[in-house]
T-cell receptor, first 111, second 113 residues
Framework: QQQVKQSPQSLIVQKGGISIINCAYE??????FPWYQQFPGKGPALLIAIRPDVSEKKEGRFTISFNKSAKQFSLHIMDSQPGDSATYFC??????????FGKGTRLHILP | NAGVTQTPKFQVLKTGQSMTLQCAQD?????MSWYRQDPGMGLRLIHY???????DQGEVPNGYNVSRSTTEDFPLRLLSAAPSQTSVYFC????????????FGQGTRLTVV
């Protein structure tokens, strides 16, 4: 069974702090690793994605770190803001196969 | 562009009833999927389609049927609703492959009593 394991389930961070969410995968054939952000009552939306030929990708305050040998990747949110409070899903997929999602992390940023 | 449109937004069913959740996209995407979201379970794939006339089962297909007669529409049918199907359902579409951005609808919150 292909799996993507995400941790923690929930996370509370002070405003201005760094939020870190981790994911691990099993299938070395995965070659696309997106992160989705979901606000209450809305569908998930793509936040940032990385392919395994790079070890890091940064978009504004959001950074994906990718460790191919450890089969792990993580999302870092710098200078976390109350507006970042949402559920975050990591995911993985490979060519011509469906996306596998992690179970999600509920992030709450304290004002 | 409307993106991915799901109807209805909310629905209450009695056990044993059947219904169809509608999903339509106007982006000419080949790939469409149905997920259910339950607390602590993340997004679980029910059925998916890689193009008109082609469908396949995902992780949790039992109790659900799909068809894909056009590129735009991908309805999900509940054959005989059960309380275990109480969930939030999301339809998603993407262009070309699963290694591109998936666009999700707003979801349908279904309660089976």
């Amino acid at each position: 069974q292909q799996q993507v394991k995400q941790s923690p389930q929930s996370l509370i961070v002070q405003k201005g702090g760094i939020s870190i969410i981790n994911c691990a995968y099993e299938n070395t054939a995965f070659d696309y690793f997106p992160w989705y952000q979901q606000f209450p009552g809305k569908g998930p939306a793509l936040l940032i994605a990385i392919r395994p030929d790079v070890s890091e990708k940064k978009e504004g305050r959001f950074t994906i770190s990718f460790n191919k040998s450890a089969k792990q990747f993580s999302l870092h949110i710098m200078d976390s803001q109350p507006g970042d409070s949402a559920t975050y899903f990591c995911a993985a997929s490979r060519v011509d196969d469906k996306i596998i999602f992690g179970k999600g992390t509920r992030l709450h940023i304290l004002p | 562009n409307a993106g991915v449109t799901q109807t209805p937004k909310f629905q209450v069913l009695k056990t044993g009833q059947s219904m169809t959740l509608q999903c339509a996209q106007d982006m000419n995407h080949e790939y469409m999927s149905w997920y259910r979201q339950d607390p602590g379970m993340g997004l679980r794939l029910i059925h998916y389609s890689v193009g008109a006339g082609i469908t396949d089962q995902g992780e949790v297909p039992n109790g659900y049927n799909v068809s894909r007669s056009t590129t735009e529409d991908f309805p999900l049918r509940l054959l005989s609703a059960a309380p275990s199907q109480t969930s939030v359902y999301f339809c998603a579409s993407s262009w070309g492959s699963y290694r591109t951005e998936a666009f999700f609808g707003q979801g349908t919150r279904l309660t089976v009593v």
